[in-house]
């Protein structure tokens, strides 16, 4: 018989409840105070840890482990051992030892370092993260971990995350001691990522030279209809894709990964899940694991599944929405506006600090979501500009007027209320459309930072996020903690106004899409870093140099190696593009327009000398197709040559200029032309599937 869904949930993960069954009490009390605490773990307690986990992963089915890491590309990497130790007398016993579960050492030489090893130790090592817990994916006991060179350096993204964790919950408890909240101990961040992706048929994609190399299609004209009649969107879904959502879900769910909703988005064929929210490292986890199992699963049901950010052109890109919360171990939302004034004011106090902390650091924030993907989507008219600001509604923003202007504010039933003497009411999500325009929007008792792509790991954005409000946590306490307790009500409301004050201009309710918001922003001062290389910039700044540094979150070497990977991957992924299209033009779109003109040329001669008939509209048609091939081709011979002029460019900067600039520029115009002669040949000729069989055939 088929498992119930709870029975179904989680039943391949190491979770608590497996843990306190299959550990001896004492154990079970030792690891659970490493994960509260995020103490030491002891070698013994490792020992007998090791042994439960290894005997429930084999029950289960497992014959390897693995250290899951989350190596600096994005992706997540990982070097399967089996369990099996040879006992000499030609048998073998299944074993896994303390040592084996805390600590791995991968051969790191091949993951990009930045030239962080070179000048440190050759080889890196992995350690458990025992607040992720472990899980069975393919017969392997898969084991979260933290990936760093033996001097300490990280080479991933989860102990810069972990430590930004750290950070934010040690300033954020500073601040609730302060104001009264003592029996706080510590402070998570809370993330629920909104994932979307397109599923497209595999014996299109096969076809496809580059959705297989780049995963985006580099050429292809618009079908006639595309998403004007937004009818995608809810609409009911198909059978097959209702066949593969499901599979989907169960797979998540036996990961104990909360799937919750999911459904049809804006463009044909793309669509959306998102889970319930977590603690971020688990939530970075799990959306890691997500990406990865939406591809596995539509393998299985005859689908290609996209995370690009831009697959079509013409057809709304992918996102990833991260919604972001802080949340105490007592189990209040920090961001959930209050019942009791005192509540209010801590909320004022949160939301102040998030405010100047995304205006401070708006710079970092474009970096953190910069890649050559998603640099098609932000800033055109889809997803929110490359302009960082701050949506907070109609009725959250009278309540900041009202305390900027020290007047009452007063509420939608008219009853005028004293900021912080009296309890706010709760703010309900705006719905509208134009909501969907700001990158960074205060959703009730949460914000949802949307810039980010769909394809990127969401530890990046969260670092800076918990990073930046740790920062303004650790201003404000030291304005406020030698302010006598008598005083402090009036010095907090005081300083919640100060910093509304100063940084106001990031606040911004109405259309991110218009070009007078881009005016106007540029009025107040804000950043607006267009493409990837301009953003990368800023990341070396000596202003977020200084942040990461005091907050432990990277050194200065750790900042360097990741800048330098970034602009690496930025130039390699253009690389491949312009390479991909040079070869489809070459060899299948150039072809394909010679042949059809041949036998359109052959055509025409024969109907002269047969019939002597005019051919006038053919051969307009020869013509002006043969113009655009000699066009075509010209372009792309300077595409090959420009390619070869970035091969031998060295300074790294300047090259991702390059490939923006002139590369980048190159692609478009050969694709302009294509894309008007792809409209003008029959159906049969190209070698590979149009958008329109891609996008509406499934
Ligand atoms: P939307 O209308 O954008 O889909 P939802 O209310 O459905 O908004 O929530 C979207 C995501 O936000 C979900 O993953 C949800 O679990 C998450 N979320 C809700 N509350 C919080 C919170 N306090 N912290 C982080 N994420 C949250
Ligand atoms: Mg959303």
Redesign the pocket.
Known sequence: MAKSIPELYGSLVFNDRVMKDKLPKDIYKALRKTIENNTHLELDVANSVAVAMKEWAVENGATHFTHWFQPMTGFTAEKHDSFISPTGDGEVIMEFSGKELVKGEPDASSFPSGGLRATFEARGYTAWDPTSPAFIKDKTLYIPTAFCSYSGEALDKKTPLLRSMEALSHEATKMLHLLGQKDVTSVST???P?QEYFLIDKEMFKLRKDLIFTGRTLLGALPPKGQEMEDHYFGALKPRVAAYMQDLDEELWKLGIPAK?KHNEVAPAQHEL????DTTNVAVDHNQLTMEIMKKVADRHGFVCLLHEKPFDGINGSGK?N???M?TNTGV?LLEPGKTPAENTQFLVFLAAVIAAVDDYADLMRVSVASAGNDHRLGANEAPPAIVSIFLGDELSAVVDAIEQDKLFQNQQQVAMEIGATVLPHFFKDTTDRNRTSPFAF?G??F?FRMLGSSISVAGPNIVLNTAVAEVLSQFYEKLKDVPEADLQNKVHALVKETIVAHKRIIFNGNGYTDEWVAEAEKRGLYNLKSTPEALAAFVADKNVKLFTSHKIFSETEIQSRHEILLESYCKTLHIEAKTLASMMTQEFLPAVMRYTDELAASIMEKKSVANLPCTAQTKSLTSLMEAYEKMSELTDKLVADTETAESMEDMEKLAFFYHDTILADMDEIRSIADKVETKLPTDVLPYPTYEEMLFYV
């Not at 998102?274 to 929210?277: D, E, G, L």
């Open positions: 809370t993330v629920g909104e909703t998102a889970p319930v929210f929405h919604n972001w919360s949340s939302n959703t008792n949460k949802e």
